[in-house]
């Protein structure tokens, strides 16, 4: 008698095993109940930045002088959960709206330096000689001074708008993923799927875009998800030397 064969004509012994598919990241996600929480809580205060201007409307600069630091409480509607300032305004609101000024600095400065970057980076690394050792080079100047410091020196020469802030820290923070993105490129250029792609004429664009990139990405992302935070502290602390936002903004 003959083995039964499976829908493919295989015998049963021979057919393929159940391919299992990776687990969905919300479900990773799930399991850890410590990564869900602050997965939410960062979600929430993303949403809040993001829509709370729609919701507040002028209560973070309508100013009150009988309502001048007034103690955090409810008994003044939701807007005084965090009380009041010397002159009157909700402290909520305007922490609300101050929200949404620095995620409309901080993302595109991370999203410019993270593009600029690793777009230089992944050419740099791949074809190496002259081209590395020059990126490398104008990393490692911009590098030799604090990113603090040329914001103050460029803001206080030019006109401190918020342009010019995502300008400054965008190009500061260039050589911190160009340098990662370099290393990626220079480790998986001597890869074997490289070095076949090479061999079957594929462009060198096309070799970074669909082999290099994918395997390097996941690195790029954890170092912008941090540099976001630098970022956001580097503008606080131009505005708290009065070359940041500025009023009314």
Do not use: K
């Not at 970057?117 to 074809?127: D, E, K, P, R, V």
């Amino acid at each position: 008698m003959t083995e039964p064969a499976d829908p493919a004509g295989r015998p049963s012994d021979e057919a393929a095993p159940a391919r299992t598919r990776p687990p969905r990241w919300w479900l990773l996600l799930g399991r850890d109940r410590g990564a869900a929480v602050a997965a939410v809580v960062l979600a929430v205060v993303f949403l809040i930045a993001l829509f709370g201007r729609l919701f507040i409307g002028d209560r973070a600069v309508r100013q009150d002088l009988r309502a001048s630091l007034r103690p955090p409480s409810l008994d003044h509607g939701f807007y005084g959960l965090l009380g009041t300032d010397v002159l009157g305004r909700s402290v909520l609101a305007r922490l609300v709206d101050a929200a949404g000024t620095t995620l409309s600095i901080a993302v595109p400065a991370v999203l410019c330096s993270l593009l600029i970057g690793s777009a230089l980076g992944l050419w740099a690394g791949y074809h190496g000689g002259m081209r590395e050792n020059v990126a490398m080079r104008v990393a490692d100047v911009i590098l030799s001074f604090p990113s603090l410091l040329i914001a103050v020196v460029v803001l206080y020469v030019f006109a401190p708008s918020a342009m010019n802030i995502v300008l400054i820290l965008a190009i500061a923070r260039v050589p911190v993923y160009l340098r990662t993105a370099r290393a990626e490129s220079a480790e998986l250029r001597s890869r074997l799927f490289v070095d076949a792609a090479r061999t079957f004429g594929t462009p060198s664009r096309n070799i970074i875009y669909r082999h290099i990139l994918p395997i390097a990405l996941p690195t790029l992302l954890t170092v912008a998800t941090l540099d976001f935070c630098f970022v956001m502290l580097t503008e606080s602390s131009l505005s708290f030397l009065g070359i940041g936002i500025q009023p009314p903004m």
